[in-house]
C-alpha cells in the first residue's frame, strides 16, 4: 500500500544546478537552499566533491558550505564520489554523502571514467572511511531503466549493481532514471526485484513526461523517499537526453492529492521556483509552478 508519510530528498541545488550553463553564483545558491529550507523540506543536496573540471558548475563546493547556515533538522548531503572528494567533504564539514555509482558500463566510464567493475573498487574505501568518520552514506545508481548509448537496461543488472552498494553499506539506495525513459512496468520490476522497498528512494527525471507515474508506481510499492528538484531544474552533463528531475511542486502536488505527509510549503516552493527562474532567465518547466505562479 502506499505509505503515510513521504521524505522529499531535494536535489535542485545540486542536480539541478550541475546541468545549467551558466554558473550561478554562490551567493544565489546560498538563497536558494535557504529558501528551500524555509519551505519545509529536510533534505537538501547542497553540491558535489567531484573534479572542479568536469562539472564547473559545482566548483564552489568549498565556498558553498563555508558560507551555509545550516538550519535544524536540515541534512544537506553532498555527493562524493572518490578519497580526494571524501577528503574535501570532511574539510568543508559535511555529515552526509552519497557515492553515485552506473548500472551500465558505457555511463561508468563517461561518468566517471572507470569500468563497471572498477566504480566499486573506488567508492569501497569511501564507503568505508566516511562510515568510519560517523557519515551518513547513500548510494546511487544511474541508468536504471535506459542508457542512451546501451539501450534498454535488464532489471537483474540493475538489481545486482545496486545490491552491492547496500552491501557496502550504503543506508539508502536512489534508483535513477537518469535520461527519463523508464514507465511504470519496469519501475515494478526493478523495485521488485530488491528484498524490501525500505532501503529505496526512486530518482526520476521527467524528459519523457512519466515521472509521476513512476513515482505513483513506486509509491504503491512501498518506496517512501522520491528525489526530486524544485521548479524541475535539473539534468546530467555526462548523459546526452537527460533534462530536469521531477519537479517538488509536481510530486508535493501529487502527494497532497493522496493524502500522504511531506512537511512542505507548497506557496514557499512555487516562490522559490519563480525567483529561481528569473535568476536563470527562463520559466521553470514545472506543470505546477506554471499553473500556481501568479
Ligand atoms: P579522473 O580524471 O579519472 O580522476 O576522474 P583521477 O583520479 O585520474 O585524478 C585526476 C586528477 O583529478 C588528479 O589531480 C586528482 O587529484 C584530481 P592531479 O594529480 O592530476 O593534479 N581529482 C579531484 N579533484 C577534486 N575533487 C575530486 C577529484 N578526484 C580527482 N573529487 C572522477 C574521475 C570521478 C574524479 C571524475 O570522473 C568526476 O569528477 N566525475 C564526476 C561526474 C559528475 O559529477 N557527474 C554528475 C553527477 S552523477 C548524476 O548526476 C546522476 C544522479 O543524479 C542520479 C541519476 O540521475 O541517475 C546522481
Ligand atoms: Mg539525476
Keep these: 500500500g502506499l505509505p503515510e508519510r513521504v521524505t522529499i530528498w531535494e536535489v535542485g541545488a545540486r542536480d539541478g544546478l550541475q546541468n545549467e550553463k551558466a554558473v550561478v553564483p554562490v551567493e544565489v545558491k546560498l538563497e536558494f537552499l535557504d529558501r528551500l529550507a524555509g519551505a519545509g523540506l529536510s533534505v537538501l543536496e547542497a553540491t558535489s566533491f567531484v573534479h572542479p573540471k568536469w562539472v564547473p558548475q559545482l566548483a564552489d563546493a568549498e565556498q558553498l558550505l563555508a558560507g551555509l547556515e545550516r538550519r535544524e533538522g536540515v541534512s544537506y548531503p553532498v555527493l562524493v564520489p572518490n578519497a580526494r572528494g571524501l577528503d574535501r567533504a570532511l574539510a568543508a564539514g559535511v555529515s552526509s554523502i552519497a557515492i553515485f555509482a552506473s548500472a551500465t558500463e558505457t555511463f561508468a566510464k563517461r561518468n566517471l571514467n572507470s569500468s563497471l567493475d572498477e566504480q566499486f573498487g573506488m567508492f569501497e574505501p569511501v564507503v568505508e572511511r566516511a562510515l568510519a568518520e560517523g557519515l551518513q552514506v547513500r548510494g546511487y545508481l544511474s541508468m536504471c531503466f535506459g542508457d542512451p548509448w546501451e539501450g534498454p537496461v535488464p532489471a537483474e543488472q540493475v538489481v545486482a549493481a545496486g545490491r552491492r552498494l547496500l552491501d557496502m553499506g550504503c543506508f539508502q539506495l536512489s534508483l535513477g532514471d537518469t535520461i527519463g525513459v523508464a514507465t511504470p512496468g519496469q519501475v515494478e520490476r526493478v523495485v521488485g526485484g530488491f ?19 513512476n513515482t505513483l508506481a513506486a509509491l504503491r510499492l512501498g518506496v517512501s523517499t522520491v528525489d526530486s528538484s524544485a521548479g524541475g531544474l535539473g539534468g546530467c552533463p555526462y548523459a546526452e537526453s537527460a533534462t530536469g528531475n521531477l519537479a517538488t511542486e509536481d ?15 507548497l506557496d514557499a516552493l512555487v516562490r522559490t521556483s519563480t525567483w529561481m527562474a528569473e535568476q536563470l532567465g527562463r520559466p521553470s518547466p514545472s506543470r505546477v509552478v506554471k499553473a500556481l505562479a501568479g
Design 251 to 265: 510530486l508535493v502536488w501529487l502527494l497532497d492529492g493522496l493524502g500522504i505527509e511531506h512537511g512542505a510549503d
Design 195 to 213: 528484498a524490501s522497498p525500505d532501503q529505496l528512494a526512486v530518482h526520476f527525471h521527467d524528459t519523457y513526461g512519466q515521472a509521476l507515474s
